[in-house]
């Protein structure tokens, strides 16, 4: 059971770089979502998506974009990055009713900006 | 803007020991959740408590739902190492998305 997926695991970029994290899950899930864990910051959330083909604002989405490619996909894309960009980040989904369903988490993506 | 406190953000006992973290807030939730995350790992499900007052068991941890839908807690009996990690409340209110609090961080040490 692969659940959610994130790639890559790990990443260094330097400021000003772009980089697109990749996000895929197989339960079929309608809604899904992109946080980031900061130290004592607890996770905020970024962009989500109820729905494909569509998208949504979360906490902190300035910054980043998002695309939902499909029902299974949900890309999260930093333009031009900076280094409070860096973070752990993490995918879910959840299943019908989304919003108070449980979440299933990746693995996360930990992304250091230099 | 919904928040979710808890407390306390680090605890470190000894195995055998019981503790009690606790998820408070000044809004009324429909439903809360409990995750536990351990290093290198996303958060997973423990338990959804959903009514008022309702006490969920799960092995050695029991949740709580506030009367009033505002606080939720965790009491862990006996505290193993295996229950090391980060421990987080999430809350459903509406038709907007989990707010979670910040954490518990607890350490069991052997």
């Known amino acids: 059971n692969a659940g959610v997926t994130q790639t890559p695991k790990f990443q260094v970029l330097k400021t000003g770089q772009s980089m697109t994290l990749q996000c895929a899950q197989d339960m079929n899930h309608n809604s899904m979502y992109w946080y980031r864990q900061d130290p004592g910051m607890g996770l905020r959330l970024i962009y989500y998506s109820a729905s494909e083909g569509t998208t949504d604002k979360g906490e902190v989405p300035n910054g980043y974009n998002v695309s939902r490619l499909n029902k299974r996909e949900f890309s999260l894309r930093l333009e031009s990055a900076a280094p409070s960009q860096t973070s752990v980040y993490f995918c879910?989904?959840?299943?019908?009713?989304?919003?108070?369903?449980?979440?299933?988490f990746g693995d996360g993506t930990r992304l250091s900006i230099l | 803007t919904q928040l979710l406190e808890q407390s306390p953000q680090f605890l470190s006992i000894q195995e055998g020991e019981n503790l009690t973290v606790y998820c408070n807030s000044s809004?009324?939730?429909?439903?809360l959740q409990w995750y536990r995350q351990e290093p290198g790992e996303g958060p997973v499900l423990l338990v959804t408590v959903v009514t008022g007052g309702e006490v969920k068991k799960l092995k050695r941890l029991t949740f709580q739902f506030g009367d009033a839908r505002k606080d939720s807690s965790l009491h862990i009996t006996a505290a193993q190492p295996g229950d090391t990690g980060l421990y987080l409340c999430a809350g459903h209110s509406g038709n907007t998305p989990l707010v979670f609090g910040k954490g518990t961080r607890l350490s069991v040490i052997a």
């Open positions: 879910a989904s959840s299943g019908r009713g989304h919003f108070n369903q449980p979440q299933h």
């Open positions: 809004s009324v939730f429909s439903s």
